[in-house]
């Protein structure tokens, strides 16, 4: 099949592009407002983006609470959405009126972070402490504003748990790390295998 996304002439009962574009990891992005108050959000729209120095970023549809509360304050942390945590995850999707504590809402912990202000998850086996780059608005082909946003932050602190370090290396079918997928569906990370780079 071929259709074209401006038409959105797929036929199908759901747009297919999410469940094309996956899996996704999820960018569990905690900030706090202006005003202190603490905020926590999963975003699928979510990646590094390069390594030296270490840049992420999440794409918010909507200016909503993580994107500006970001913008005010300069910080945020991507904490590790995974899989005993998913319930959590999930409840902190909820849309909720502003100032409402997403972490009392799922129940669950926050941990001190070592160089930004912003809050971590406690039971989040990894959490990368970003301070914001910039936000971008992003633009249509015809230069036509669109309504989501992208906010790009360098990762300054690394929590790592050490239960998830085996022989040096993170293994991640230790807290099997949560992916997005199209429509309603998740995925988790249980098994991986190795190839290396072929020598020409």
Not at 62 to 73: G, L, R
Not at 76 to 102: I, R, W, Y
Request: glycine share 6%; proline share 6%; net charge negative.
């Amino acid at each position: 099949m071929f259709y074209e996304p401006a038409k959105n002439n797929h036929g199908l009962p759901h747009n297919p592009f999410k469940a094309i574009v996956a899996p996704r990891p999820i960018g569990w992005i905690s900030t706090l407002d202006a005003d202190g108050k603490p905020n926590l959000a999963p975003y699928s729209f979510f990646n590094c983006v390069c390594d030296t120095p270490p840049i992420v970023m999440f794409s918010s549809s909507n200016y909503k609470d993580s994107a500006a509360n970001v913008d005010a304050t300069g910080e945020f942390v991507c904490n590790m959405a995974s899989f005993d945590l998913k319930d959590e995850m999930n409840q902190s999707s909820a849309a909720v009126p502003h100032g409402t504590s997403e972490f009392d809402l799922a129940g669950l912990e926050m941990a001190q972070s070592e160089l930004v202000k912003a809050p971590r998850v406690a039971r989040a086996v990894t959490a990368l402490e970003c301070k914001h780059l910039q936000t971008v608005r992003m633009k249509d082909l015809d230069g036509a504003d669109t309504n989501s946003w992208v906010v790009f932050g360098q990762v300054v602190g690394v929590h790592i748990d050490d239960q998830v370090i085996v022989d040096g290396l993170v293994d991640v079918t230790r807290y099997k790390p949560l992916s997005r997928l199209g429509y309603m569906d998740y995925a988790a990370v249980t098994e991986v295998f190795q190839m290396g780079r072929p020598k020409v």
